[in-house]
């Protein structure tokens, strides 16, 4: 005997005004809607019974089918009976917790059975588990079935799904606009470590004043006293610190705290001040602290004082690997993982997702192996930071993957990940076509290029498009005769030439291996039935052909670039073209992803930026025609294009309109690419051209 879920299965609550609860119990109507087929069914009932006095731990579930009539979800607060139910739809009605960012194709049947014995859920590994929405410019501006929040509910849904409880809802404005969404479904709130207690920023209520902590004390202690006034009804995990205004440490602003004990000093002072703040308005109160960025470095120095129920959050790089961040060109590489005997409670904040106007991924995986994300997050396990993770999602989609990979970490400690990477494929794709898909997405993370000594030190899709266009800026600004010093973070400090000569190098060791790729990866979506070749494009080619447009254009960026330090300008403006049109295939690419529901969702696609980047090489290549060709505009066609007998006689200047680049560019190119197949000259050789007068 079990218990028979069906079209006509009734839920009822000893908690009709629970927002969370109502919240659930509508996403497992919607479930039940989208798998089970309308028949004629005698109706039974899930009964959730929420009672604080069962004994259950926080979040905690049990699932006791009673009778074929009656199942029953116990559980002791709210947030274990969302669970409990979730569980039910994950298990038996079939929905992944990433159905609706993997468009999941349901096949609707006439019931689904629950079996006759008693579940009782484990606790996860970890206790704090959740998501910072952030750098979320998709999200923001996509509008779902009409409607922004639409998105956003979609998220903390899913967050849910994986058994998450906490979350960031947002960046600056969206964090406060989506906080109460976040709650009436159950989740706890937290803040981002430039937003002590969630509070408003200074210069933006105060703009008009220097946002100095030593001036200014009583306005601060006034906005944060606000932010704690208006979160103290909800479940907070209260984030204290204190940086600067935006992401960046304070003392930029204020110069006058010089030395690292007076900063550590103020710091200390601002966290204790807050804990008593929160303390007068909330009971129990539960803390946090971030060891980000240049805190990390007080800390390690010992000029931090954090009180021992604090919850200290440890920073990966950005990049997966538990060691501080770069932040510009410096880069210390502090180690980010508690001590072995740390008496205190400890987290970690760990990015899928990453800008950081460098080699980040931000509308792409992680460049970085699940292994080696594995073995990081096993680590900290292994050093009880266990009580906080908040993983940067960044817009969901794009790292749906690392995102799946991670929930099961918090969720069961110890992963596999080429079992976890068969899980993850099998449940969407064909069997016949697993196998290579394994293939593909191992090798997608042995192609992204190593541009550091340090194993982790791998590109994602952003190191193809800041680089190119602060090469390409300095170049049309005259600054060619000096280091561009915002790249030295890669090259060192070498001159221009040899910076943009590093950065193709570095492109060219991994062209073949993107380009490899790309065309097996298109072989398979053509073999793939149409809706999993449409999941599989929006999931995984478009990232290999940002990769692989990016990857090629940048090293004719480079080649152009080369061309131009030599006064070469024609073949510039032809590889620079050549570049261009790259980058035009990547922008492409994210319109072609925008498939079905996806209408519209790279739309806002503005910090790696893309159209950026070739609004970026558009400008180089007008830039090219007008030194190398002007003021005429006539002079290549007249000496690459015309015959001998007509270079030589010069009764008008042109007899029809000047070409435009693009027909120029598609007449030049064949005799570039003859000359360089006759001289043999390959990505990194520059080729010898007359000089031109410019």
Same mark, same amino acid.
């Given at each position: 005997?079990?218990?028979?879920?069906?079209?006509?299965?009734?839920?009822?609550?000893?908690?009709?005004d629970?927002?969370?609860?109502?919240?659930?119990?509508?996403?497992?109507?919607?479930?039940?809607?989208?798998?089970?087929?309308?028949?004629?069914?005698?109706?039974?009932?899930?009964?959730?019974?929420?009672?604080?006095?069962?004994?259950?731990?926080?979040?905690?579930?049990?699932?006791?089918?009673?009778?074929?009539?009656?199942?029953?979800?116990?559980?002791?607060?709210?947030?274990?009976?969302?669970?409990?139910l979730?569980?039910?739809?994950?298990?038996?009605?079939?929905?992944?917790?990433?159905?609706?960012?993997?468009?999941?194709?349901?096949?609707?049947?006439?019931?689904?059975?629950?079996?006759?014995?008693?579940?009782?859920?484990?606790?996860?590994?970890?206790?704090?588990?959740?998501?910072?929405?952030?750098?979320?410019?998709?999200?923001?501006?996509?509008?779902?079935?009409?409607?922004?929040?639409?998105v956003?509910?979609?998220?903390?849904?899913?967050?849910?799904?994986?058994?998450?409880?906490?979350?960031?809802?947002?960046?600056?404005?969206n964090?406060?606009?989506?906080?109460?969404?976040?709650?009436?479904?159950?989740?706890?709130?937290?803040?981002?470590?430039?937003?002590?207690?969630?509070?408003?920023?200074?210069?933006?209520?105060?703009?008009?004043?220097?946002?100095?902590?030593?001036?200014?004390?009583?306005?601060?202690?006034?906005?944060?006293?606000?932010?704690?006034?208006?979160?103290?009804?909800?479940?907070?995990?209260?984030?204290?610190?204190?940086?600067?205004?935006?992401?960046?440490?304070?003392?930029?602003?204020?110069?006058?705290?010089?030395?690292?004990?007076?900063?550590g000093?103020?710091?200390?002072?601002?966290?204790?001040?807050?804990?008593?703040?929160?303390?007068?308005?909330?009971?129990?109160?539960?803390?946090?602290?971030?060891?980000?960025?240049?805190?990390?470095?007080?800390?390690?120095?010992?000029?931090?004082?954090?009180p021992?129920?604090?919850?200290?959050?440890?920073?990966?790089?950005?990049?997966?690997?538990?060691?501080?961040?770069?932040?510009?060109?410096?880069?210390?590489?502090?180690?980010?993982?508690?001590?072995?005997?740390?008496?205190g409670?400890?987290?970690?904040?760990?990015?899928?997702?990453?800008?950081?106007?460098?080699?980040?991924?931000?509308?792409?995986?992680? =460049?970085?192996?699940?292994?080696?994300?594995?073995? &990081? #997050?096993? $680590?900290?396990?292994? /050093? +009880?930071?266990? @009580? %906080?993770?908040?993983?940067?999602?960044g817009?969901?989609?794009?790292?749906?993957?690392?995102?799946?990979?991670?929930?099961?970490?918090?969720?069961?400690?110890?992963l596999?990940?080429?079992?976890h990477?068969?899980?993850?494929?099998?449940?969407?794709? =064909?069997?016949e076509?697993?196998?290579?898909?394994? &293939? #593909?997405? $191992?090798?997608?993370? /042995? +192609?992204?290029? @190593? %541009?550091?000594?340090?194993?982790?030190?791998?590109?994602?899709?952003?190191?193809?498009?800041?680089?190119?266009?602060?090469?390409?800026?300095?170049?049309?600004?005259?600054?060619?005769?000096?280091?561009?010093?915002?790249?030295?973070?890669?090259?060192?400090?070498?001159?221009?030439?040899?910076?943009?000569?590093?950065?193709?190098?570095?492109?060219?060791?991994?062209?073949?291996?993107?380009?490899?790729?790309?065309?097996?990866?298109?072989?398979?979506?053509?073999?793939?039935?149409?809706?999993?070749?449409?999941?599989?494009?929006?999931?995984?080619?478009?990232?290999?052909?940002?990769?692989?447009?990016?990857?090629?254009?940048?090293?004719?960026?480079?080649?152009?670039?080369?061309?131009?330090?030599d006064?070469?300008?024609?073949?510039?403006?032809?590889?620079?073209?050549?570049?261009?049109?790259?980058?035009?295939?990547?922008?492409?690419?994210?319109?072609?992803?925008?498939?079905?529901?996806?209408?519209?969702?790279?739309?806002?696609?503005?910090?790696?930026?893309?159209?950026?980047?070739?609004?970026?090489?558009?400008?180089?290549c007008?830039?090219?025609r007008?030194?190398?060709?002007?003021?005429?505009?006539?002079?290549?066609?007249?000496?690459?294009?015309?015959?001998?007998?007509d270079?030589?006689?010069?009764?008008?200047?042109?007899?029809k309109?000047?070409?435009?680049?693009?027909?120029?560019?598609?007449?030049?190119?064949?005799?570039?690419?003859?000359?360089?197949?006759?001289?043999?000259?390959?990505?990194?050789?520059?080729?010898?051209?007359?000089?031109?007068?410019?």
């Open positions: 005997m079990s218990f028979r879920i069906t079209a006509g299965t009734r839920i009822r609550t000893n908690m009709p629970s927002k969370p609860l109502k919240n659930a119990v509508e996403i497992f109507r919607r479930d039940m809607e989208n798998t089970l087929a309308a028949q004629d069914a005698a109706a039974n009932t899930i009964i959730i019974n929420v009672e604080a006095a069962l004994g259950f731990s926080p979040e905690q579930f049990r699932i006791t089918c009673r009778s074929a009539d009656e199942l029953v979800i116990s559980a002791g607060d709210e947030l274990g009976a969302v669970y409990g979730l569980h039910l739809s994950e298990e038996y009605l079939g929905v992944d917790p990433f159905w609706f960012w993997r468009q999941q194709q349901f096949v609707r049947r006439g019931w689904a059975d629950v079996p006759m014995v008693d579940y009782v859920s484990p606790y996860p590994r970890v206790r704090f588990r959740g998501w910072f929405i952030n750098d979320e410019v998709l999200l923001s501006e996509w509008q779902y079935s009409g409607c922004s929040e639409n956003w509910r979609l998220v903390f849904e899913t967050l849910l799904r994986c058994r998450g409880n906490m979350v960031i809802p947002g960046t600056d404005h964090s406060r606009k989506y906080r109460q969404l976040a709650v009436d479904m159950g989740l706890w709130i937290t803040h981002h470590h430039a937003e002590p207690l969630g509070a408003e920023m200074f210069s933006r209520v105060y703009p008009d004043k220097v946002p100095s902590y030593l001036e200014h004390k009583d306005l601060f202690t006034h906005l944060w006293e606000q932010a704690v006034l208006e979160q103290k009804a909800a479940k907070v995990v209260w984030n204290v610190g204190f940086r600067g205004q935006g992401d960046r440490a304070f003392w930029v602003d204020d110069h006058r705290i010089i030395t690292p004990q007076e900063r000093a103020l710091i200390s002072q601002v966290i204790r001040d807050q804990c008593e703040l929160v303390r007068r308005h909330v009971p129990d109160p539960i803390f946090c602290t971030n060891l980000y960025g240049e805190i990390l470095g007080l800390y390690r120095e010992g000029f931090l004082d954090i021992h129920d604090v919850i200290k959050i440890w920073g990966d790089s950005g990049y997966g690997k538990m060691v501080s961040r770069r932040q510009g060109n410096i880069n210390p590489r502090h180690e980010a993982l508690a001590d072995h005997d740390d008496p409670l400890n987290g970690i904040y760990f990015h899928a997702s990453f800008y950081d106007l460098q080699a980040s991924n931000h509308i792409t995986m992680s =460049p970085n192996p699940p292994e080696l994300l594995n073995a &990081e #997050l096993d $680590s900290c396990l292994e /050093r +009880s930071m266990d @009580q %906080y993770w908040i993983i940067n999602c817009n969901v989609k794009p790292h749906a993957y690392i995102l799946d990979l991670i929930r099961r970490k918090w969720v069961e400690g110890a596999d990940t080429r079992d990477l068969d899980t993850y494929l099998r449940a969407y794709y =064909p069997q076509h697993v196998a290579k898909l394994e &293939e #593909l997405y $191992s090798r997608y993370f /042995r +192609s992204t290029i @190593q %541009y550091g000594a340090h194993v982790d030190e791998k590109a994602g899709e952003q190191f193809y498009h800041h680089p190119a266009r602060r090469l390409i800026t300095a170049a049309v600004q005259n600054k060619a005769d000096q280091c561009v010093d915002s790249l030295r973070w890669a090259t060192g400090s070498v001159d221009f030439a040899q910076q943009v000569r590093w950065f193709m190098e570095k492109c060219a060791a991994a062209a073949g291996d993107w380009e490899a790729l790309y065309n097996e990866s298109r072989q398979l979506c053509e073999a793939l039935p149409e809706s999993d070749r449409r999941r599989f494009y929006g999931e995984f080619l478009v990232q290999v052909e940002i990769h692989y447009t990016g990857c090629l254009g940048f090293i004719q960026i480079c080649r152009a670039l080369l061309h131009w330090l006064r070469e300008y024609m073949p510039a403006f032809v590889a620079a073209n050549r570049g261009l049109n790259y980058y035009r295939q990547g922008a492409a690419a994210l319109e072609r992803a925008e498939d079905g529901i996806w209408l519209g969702f790279y739309a806002n696609e503005c910090l790696t930026n893309v159209r950026l980047t070739v609004y970026c090489c558009e400008s180089f007008r830039y090219l007008i030194v190398g060709d002007g003021p005429s505009f006539h002079r290549w066609e007249r000496d690459y294009l015309y015959t001998v007998q270079q030589k006689v010069m009764l008008l200047t042109n007899t309109n000047h070409l435009p680049d693009s027909d120029l560019f598609a007449r030049l190119e064949p005799l570039c690419q003859s000359i360089e197949a006759s001289s043999g000259a390959n990505l990194v050789a520059a080729l010898r051209w007359p000089k031109e007068e410019g």
